[in-house]
């Protein structure tokens, strides 16, 4: 899983620089868009486009098929041919995701996600100032209530995860407790 996540973002952010010389980020990134929503509106292609036994020739056809109509840029299907050869298109989705997180990054935004127990705005606005104070960037802040934390909180940014959840506490609690009846 590791191994894969550094795939992707290596391919992720040869087609970010590759873009960036050709002045075509924001271009790129349409093209990526429409080949997503062409590829998940239709799960007969999604499926054989990322099945490790469909054939190269298959595939290719089928992603030829896919893009016609949709008048992508050559630096976004040679991406997608490298992908093909490769046999690395089954990871097409989450290489858009982090091209997306990149062009943020580069424009001076963190994504940032977080997990609260019950919708506090404020708690939201003063998380988002603090990462903010922090990273020096402008933050783009998803909240979420789940219940299931019981209190506190949990910040996700990138790879990153801040778990000052009271269920995480309790669990940590119970694991020292544990650990002395051994």
Known sequence: MIRQKSIIKKYAKTLYEIAKE???IEGVKKDLNAISEKLSNNKHYEKLMFSQFSPYKMKKMFINTALDGLN????TRNFIEVLLVNNRISMLYDMIKF?????LFESGIIRASLTICSRQ??????????????SGKEILLESEENK?????FIIRVGNKVL???LRNRLNKLKKYLNEGKE
């Open 72 to 75: 992508i840029r050559d630096v």
């Open 121 to 134: 705005e404020d708690m939201g606005q003063f998380i988002k100032e603090q990462l903010k104070s922090a």
């Open 148 to 152: 299931e934390i019981l209190g506190g």
């Open 99 to 103: 091209f997306n997180e990149i062009i």
């Open 163 to 165: 778990d000052y959840s």
């Open 22 to 24: 050709q002045s075509s």
